[in-house]
């Protein structure tokens, strides 16, 4: 059985119109359904902490998102647990109120019949706060490209022979092996 969480929609008619009203925000809300991300894995609740403010020219939602997240090391594939924090800034708008001369509200950032969704904030959020290559260690030496071993467990036995033509002419060069002894 899934937890409830609160509610994407939020009910703000109490803040629309009211320039210097405001109320405060701390929520756990469920991932925005169909939102994915390759070998990312939220674990929810997200944790959305802030504040709704009346401005004149909607409704300003300030705060941090932070959520845990189970990824993948992009080194070693070795699972990595982490917390992911986002500071969210986004401007609601009523597209009715907004003047014909000024831009539309970006989709998902409107206010509707006294209400806000925020699923394109979670998503707009989420998505950039989430790390590229994420790594179980900062040392992390990944896999071996031959045999596929955790160099990070144990080494392997494998060498690299495979050497780039364009460096075989020096294969054969008798170097000293020690500066001292040039």
Do not use: K
Request: proline share 7%.
């Amino acid at each position: 059985m899934r937890p409830t969480y609160h509610d994407h929609v939020l009910n703000v008619t109490d803040l629309v119109d009211q320039p210097g009203a405001s109320r405060r925000l701390d929520l756990d809300v469920a991932v925005p359904e169909g939102f994915e991300l390759p070998l990312v894995f939220l674990r929810e609740p997200l944790h959305l902490a802030g504040v709704i403010e009346s401005v004149v020219d909607g409704l300003l939602v300030r705060g941090a998102l932070s959520v845990t997240v189970r990824l993948d090391c992009a080194r070693c594939l070795e699972p990595v647990q982490t917390e992911l924090a986002a500071d969210v800034v986004e401007l609601f708008s009523d597209p009715a109120r907004v003047a014909r001369d000024a831009e539309a509200p970006e989709a998902g950032y409107e206010i509707r019949e006294g209400h806000i969704d925020l699923d394109a904030l979670l998503r707009d959020s989420l998505a950039p706060a989430t790390p590229y290559q994420p790594l179980c260690r900062r040392g992390c030496r990944g896999l071996c490209a031959q045999c596929g071993t955790n160099l990070n467990h144990r080494q392997c036995t494998c060498r690299d022979e495979h050497v780039d033509p364009r460096w075989s002419a020096l294969a054969d060069l008798d170097l000293p092996a020690d500066r001292h002894d040039i």
